[in-house]
């Protein structure tokens, strides 16, 4: 088996996976709709992929880089502006991405916290369409409070999430190392958490192919697409090698 190929296995991936990711990016991605609260939702059934993250970690890069598209998500330097669910579509994709507003920014008033607080636990609690929370996490910074405190509302409400890794650009590949470890001992006792994290840098473009490989097989664990060959995730759980032309 080549190193690469070894590399993918031990995260839970393979080549076919990756493949299959980056065919469901391939298609052109549109703004859904904005919500501001649980019942303004879709109720089609689609199954939800969210992202979440504090304010300014790099989440509207990270979801242009995924869909290759500029300017789909807003990229600003303003912390902490959109207060809504921002919901992505793309034609005959069973699945739709959902931008959760970003967290912990520092100047925000009180009452936009607690709608904030509001709207996510409502959202977390209610949504059975909801698959995965990708919790994004500044690369410079580890975990902080703000972060453990959604990854305890995660785990409270019995959603799957996993860690990405955003701006590895701005370290060096020890530092990366250092911090990537310590998010998984940080997660490793969590019920919730999926234990391989995505490293990424939307800027060097580095890692999005990971990513996306990793929503391929979250959407072949659940049955959503179909592929062939199994690989095992390390926890005895198989997965799919091949990809099924979506
Ligand atoms: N070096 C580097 N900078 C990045 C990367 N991703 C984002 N940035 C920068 O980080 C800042 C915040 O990026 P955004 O993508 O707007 O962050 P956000 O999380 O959507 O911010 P909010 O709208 O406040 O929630 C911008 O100045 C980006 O250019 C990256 O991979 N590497």
């Given at each position: 088996m080549a190193a690469h190929e070894a590399?993918?296995?031990?995260?839970?991936?393979?080549?076919?996976?990756?493949?299959?990711?980056?065919?469901?990016?391939?298609?052109?991605?549109?703004?859904?709709?904005?919500?501001?609260?649980?019942?303004?939702?879709?109720?089609?059934?689609?199954?939800?992929?969210?992202?979440?993250?504090?304010?300014?970690?790099?989440?509207?890069?990270?979801?242009?880089?995924?869909?290759?598209?500029?300017?789909?998500?807003r990229t600003s330097n303003t912390p902490g502006r959109t207060q809504e669910l921002n919901l992505f579509s793309a034609d005959g994709m069973p699945f739709r991405i959902v931008d959760m507003p970003g967290y912990g920014f520092a100047k925000a008033p009180l009452d936009a916290v607690e709608k904030w607080n509001k709207l996510i636990r409502r959202y977390l609690q209610g949504r059975v369409e909801l698959a995965r929370v990708f919790v994004l996490i500044d690369s410079r910074h580890g975990l902080k409070k703000n972060d453990l405190d959604i990854l305890k509302m995660l785990d409270e409400t019995a959603v799957s999430y996993q860690i990405v890794l955003t701006k590895t650009d701005k370290l060096k590949p020890g530092q990366i190392e250092r911090v990537k470890q310590s998010v998984l001992d940080g997660i490793q006792r969590r019920p919730a958490a999926y234990p391989f994290i995505a490293v990424t840098s939307?800027?060097?473009?580095?890692?999005?192919?990971?990513?996306?490989?990793?929503?391929?097989?979250?959407?072949?664990?659940?049955?959503?697409?179909?592929?062939?060959?199994?690989?095992?995730?390390?926890?005895?759980?198989?997965?799919s090698g091949t990809s099924h032309p979506l």
């Open positions: 590399d993918l296995e031990a995260i839970g991936l393979s080549e076919g996976l990756l493949d299959a990711g980056d065919q469901l990016f391939a298609r052109e991605w549109l703004f859904e709709k904005g919500v501001v609260a649980a019942s303004g939702l879709p109720v089609d059934g689609r199954i939800e992929i969210a992202f979440a993250g504090r304010s300014n970690v790099g989440k509207s890069s990270l979801l242009n880089a995924l869909v290759n598209q500029k300017g789909l998500a939307s800027e060097k473009k580095q890692g999005i192919d990971t990513l996306r490989g990793f929503i391929a097989r979250l959407l072949n664990d659940l049955g959503a697409l179909q592929f062939e060959a199994g690989v095992d995730d390390g926890a005895g759980n198989s997965s």
